[in-house]
């Protein structure tokens, strides 16, 4: 376990401390709120947000009522209070901690985003250097990992590997695995941080056959990710400040994005007490699905299937075919009924790197753009408000930045591990905090007698 003054840890004592005793207040609102179910009346409390819808809450519903509630894919649930990020579906508007993303992806960069995240303030200079020397000292893993890495196919998907690799975390770093311990919980935030880049240019390095290359402490963080995936002992490899500044600001957007699904995944398995390593690599499993994380890989192999805007219209009437499975990847979100903020910055960034690539004309952004356009004034997108969301622009800036599609999913991952943890932290700090265990409205056999197989 690092000692507070060795590893630079000085600021991590006031932070901890400042976690562990933030007991968030909720606000009563104005409203009232009374069911009646069959005759009888129930009250409500209602509770207000800084911003946002106002939250009935049902917590002693089933006790005083004997009913649930009934919500699949909880479109309509709050599941816990946070601090962390607000999103506005209607208006399209995100922000961390207050402050707006577009704000953020212009001035800051993807560690002072991250500690934005975990600490709650944007960092003073000095708390900003304490804080990257903290997570440049963690940037290597446990030299026999290698040997994890090494049981995989080579054709393995690089998220099986960090879905495997993440997991096996537990069984080396025990010194940051009791989540009872406020500074095992800030080590465990930290080595998570600092060893993602390495992990996933690990998993690509080891799909594509090349050796693995150790991060640099001389390297920022997005700076050091592009060399460790890029660079081959065969020669010198200069990272482009271009391609640098482009990664971090990929990072930045996909750092956060409250109680989504993989959010959402690594909340419920942490509330059992499980170690942080077991519950992130249960976000990245989660991560993975087409609907949510894998959605940026889909989208860039659709707009390649498409391949021509002569061929788009072919594609919007399959997406809006009910007896086509296909749906336009990278298109409509559960949250946003208007613009992704995250899709127009990540727009403006893909004419940016491609322009000074000098691939403007990219077939697979005028693909993308021409499509965009067509679909918002489809009726069929318009009437859904569907609209580009976070992965329908993120695939053509990392294809030009020289990842394969496989590589899209495991970025995404490397950079919502400090939503996670962020996230998770948070609950696990709250004196509320309790094991999540959702109810079901029971649709099957009612009780029945055993029938021996003879009688049946
Ligand atoms: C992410 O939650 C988050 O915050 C996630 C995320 C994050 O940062 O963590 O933002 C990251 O996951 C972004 C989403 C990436 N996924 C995709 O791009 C996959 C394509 N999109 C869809 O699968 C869909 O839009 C979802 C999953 C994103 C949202 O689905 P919902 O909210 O459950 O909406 P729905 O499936 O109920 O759709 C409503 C209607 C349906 O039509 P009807 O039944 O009303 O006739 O819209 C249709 C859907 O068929 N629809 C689409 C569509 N998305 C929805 N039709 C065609 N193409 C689409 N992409």
Redesign the pocket.
Known sequence: MPHPDRWGWADAERLIDNETRVARDMKKSSKSARLNIDGKEFDLPVFSPTCGPDVLDIRSLYGDADVFTYDP?FTATAACNSTITFIDGNDGILLHRGYPIDQLAEKSHFLEVSYLLLYGELPSAEQLEDFEGRVTLHTMLHEQMVNFFRGFRRDAHPMAIMVGVVGAMSAFYHDSTDVTDPWQREVASIRLVAKMPTIAAWAFKYHIGQPFVYPRNDLDYASNFLRMCFSVPAEEYEVNPIFSRAMDRILTL?AD??Q????STVRLASSSGANPFACIAAGIACLWG????G?NQA?LEMLREIGSVDRIPEFIDR??D?DDPF?????????YKSF?PRARVMKQSADEVLGLLGIEDNPTLQVAMELEKLALEDPYFKD?R?YP???FYSGIILDALGFPTSMFTPIFALA?TVGWISQWKEMIADPQMKIGRPRQLYVGHGMRDYVDVESR
């Open positions: 894919g996909h994005h409250e989504n699904a993989s959010t087409p609907a949510h994380g959605a989208c997406a809006k009910k749906r336009l990847m990278g298109f409509g979100h559960r949250v992704d859904r569907l969301n976070v992965d919502r």
